[in-house]
T-cell receptor, first 110, second 115 residues
Framework: GENVEQHPSTLSVQEGDSAVIKCTYS??????FPWYKQELGKRPQLIID?????GEKKDQRIAVTLNKTAKHFSLHITETQPEDSAVYFC?????????FGTGTRLQVFP | DTGVSQNPRHKITKRGQNVTFRCDPI?????LYWYRQTLGQGPEFLTY????????KSRLLSDRFSAERPKGSFSTLEIQRTEQGDSAMYLC?????????????FGSGTRLTVV
């Protein structure tokens, strides 16, 4: 069935360093890949997304890359700040149903 | 309209009781989704509607779960004969079908505890 694997499960970085989170997906027909940030006790919020006709997308300190051949996509956060601390989820979709990864808890230490 | 609204925010129920949750989506969104999230896990798809039609239902959804969206606006999710394993956060999201796979806005969720 459809599956999205995400790693690492936890990631600790020093403020100002970069953070990278990686996901792989099983359904080769997937064509939409969003990333969500979830702070403790709050709803998931979309931070960036990419479609299968694009290899990379950037929005200020956040970028996402997609390798369709390898069925990999990654989230890159540069110049991390303490407020980036949260759980990040990747997801994949080929219709409108999103299949989520298991999440990465990012901690940014000042 | 400030976003997706869910109520109640918290629900504690005894095992075997029925519970019903409500979701009010963003008014112009015609798609509505239900997800379940347990601690340390990503949201798990349950079902979704386009207008009033239920288009897909997860194979993981037992027959104790039923969802409706009678007028294509708000939706309800009912769990009958609750079990302790049903304890989770139930998230609702909405989107516009015109933006395939995009524009999901989540509600704050209903946290269910079955004791």
């Amino acid at each position: 069935g459809e599956n999205v694997e995400q790693h690492p499960s936890t990631l600790s970085v020093q403020e100002g360093d970069s953070a990278v989170i990686k996901c792989t997906y099983s359904d080769s027909a997937s064509n939409y890949f969003p990333w969500y940030k979830q702070e403790l006790g709050k709803r998931p919020q979309l931070i960036i997304d990419i479609r299968s006709n694009v290899g990379e997308k950037k929005d200020q300190r956040i970028a996402v890359t997609l390798n369709k051949t390898a069925k990999h996509f990654s989230l890159h956060i540069t110049e991390t700040q303490p407020e980036d601390s949260a759980v990040y989820f990747c997801a994949a979709s080929r219709t409108d149903k999103l299949i989520f990864g298991t999440g990465t808890r990012l901690q940014v230490f000042p | 309209d400030t976003g997706v609204s869910q109520n109640p925010r918290h629900k504690i129920t005894k095992r075997g009781q029925n519970v019903t949750f409500r979701c009010d989506p963003i008014s112009e969104h015609n798609r509505l989704y239900w997800y379940r999230q347990t601690l340390g896990q990503g949201p798990e798809f349950l079902t979704y509607f386009q207008n009033e039609a239920q288009l897909e239902k997860s194979r993981l959804l037992s027959d104790r779960f039923s969802a409706e969206r009678p007028k294509g606006s708000f939706s309800t999710l009912e769990i009958q004969r609750t079990e302790q394993g049903d304890s989770a956060m139930y998230l609702c999201a909405s989107s516009l079908a015109a933006r395939q796979g995009g524009g999901y806005t989540f509600g704050s969720g209903t946290r269910l505890t079955v004791v």
